[in-house]
């Protein structure tokens, strides 16, 4: 006999992308920031006092939650804060899914996505994506589903495409569960679905302080819906998610909005760079919207050989051997410097 759930003795664990000593090596694997957050997050740090630390935290980082209800023009009791976006994700598959109910999402997305369907014992929907070359649609059967959670990732982890609002609302409009617009890249996008939370109690947007505002040693994230679905999450979240450092780091991030939307605008920038870079070695990518890229190799190079060759290199980026990725390399765009030295690097290896 299992001493666990069937569920969970016969389901695969995440597998969280490498995460090295800090060294030599270019990190472009994990797609975090690659610039420091504002300085004003180590300041607020390093103001935390003891008796903070002995007593509890807030236990709704009401601190954050004005914060950020400000940047957004929200109220705050349609912020919920979370131990990062994952906890999010932890908290809506609990809420909202049981044993046997239907979860759909689009493939590829992100690969936590299945995992937790698997610890609730859910069905899956899986949607393919249609990939024409640099075009990635959304399959038509998004639009007549029938489901407990529809989980959409926009920009879409990995590949860095996005829907245009008036498609997201079309899906929304038509389907009976509850709809979350995953949103951990979207501060390098032009755009969020924060107007469809106001007119839809189904919607819920997935907001990640490790992307935008190079926070994502500390775990902090947040959900953004109406107030009657995130009464229904607290119910089933821990007790204190967000510790007194983290809700302090992450309130003095929010806050220095000039700080993040400068990084946001460098990132973009070398995003077109390597973009082209990499479309003049050969590799074929879709448009990102993201801070990351994913790039079919091109013909005659193998994409494992590749990114087994940059590690060597001490240059890390992301190979899936998952279906429709394993010709791909997912690379988080890096300073001007990594990219360069990346871009360098791999002329290098395709040339021979
Ligand atoms: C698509 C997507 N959603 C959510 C997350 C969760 O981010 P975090 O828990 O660091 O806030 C990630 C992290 O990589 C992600 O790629």
Request: aromatic share 8%; proline share 7%.
């Amino acid at each position: 006999m299992s001493l666990v759930r069937d569920n969970i003795a016969t389901m695969t664990g995440y597998i969280p992308g490498e995460q090295p000593d800090e060294g030599s090596v270019i990190k472009l694997n994990t797609n975090e920031n690659p610039y420091p957050s504002s300085p004003r997050v180590l300041e607020a740090i390093q103001s935390v006092r003891a008796e903070q630390l002995r007593r509890y935290p807030n236990p709704d980082a009401r601190a954050f939650r004005q914060a950020a209800a400000q940047v957004h023009g929200v109220t705050p009791d349609m912020i919920l804060c979370t131990n990062g976006g994952d906890e999010l994700l932890a908290l809506v598959f609990r809420a909202c899914v049981g044993d046997g109910d239907k979860v759909a999402f689009l493939d590829p997305s992100y690969s936590l996505y299945p995992v937790l369907a698997a610890m609730q014992a859910a069905k899956l929907e899986i949607l393919p994506y249609r990939i024409n070359g640099e075009k990635w649609e959304f399959p038509p059967r998004i639009f007549q589903l029938d489901a407990k959670l529809l989980l959409i990732v926009n920009p879409n982890a990995p590949s860095g495409t996005r829907a245009d609002l008036a498609t997201l609302a079309r899906i929304i409009h038509g389907f009976p569960g509850v709809v979350l617009v995953d949103e951990a890249y979207v501060d390098f996008a032009p755009a969020s679905a924060l107007p469809l939370v106001r007119d839809h109690a189904n919607v819920i947007l997935l907001r990640s302080m490790s992307k935008g505002y190079g926070l994502a040693g500390m775990r902090f994230g947040y959900g953004i819906a109406q107030a009657s679905l995130l009464a229904e999450l607290y119910k089933v979240r821990d007790s204190y998610p967000c510790d007194a450092v983290a809700t302090a780091a992450a309130t003095a991030a929010i806050m220095d909005q000039a700080y993040a939307a400068d990084t946001w605008e460098k990132v973009k920038l070398q995003r077109a760079a390597v973009s082209a870079a990499l479309r003049n070695l050969g590799f074929v990518l879709p448009e990102s919207y993201s801070n990351f890229v994913l790039a079919r190799v091109p013909p005659g190079a193998n994409a494992e050989d590749l990114y087994q060759r940059l590690k060597a290199a001490h240059i890390l980026v992301r190979y899936f051997n998952l279906p429709g990725l394993t010709d791909k390399l997912r690379i988080t765009i890096g300073t001007a410097e990594q990219n360069a030295v990346l871009l360098a690097t791999l002329e290098k290896f395709l040339a021979r």
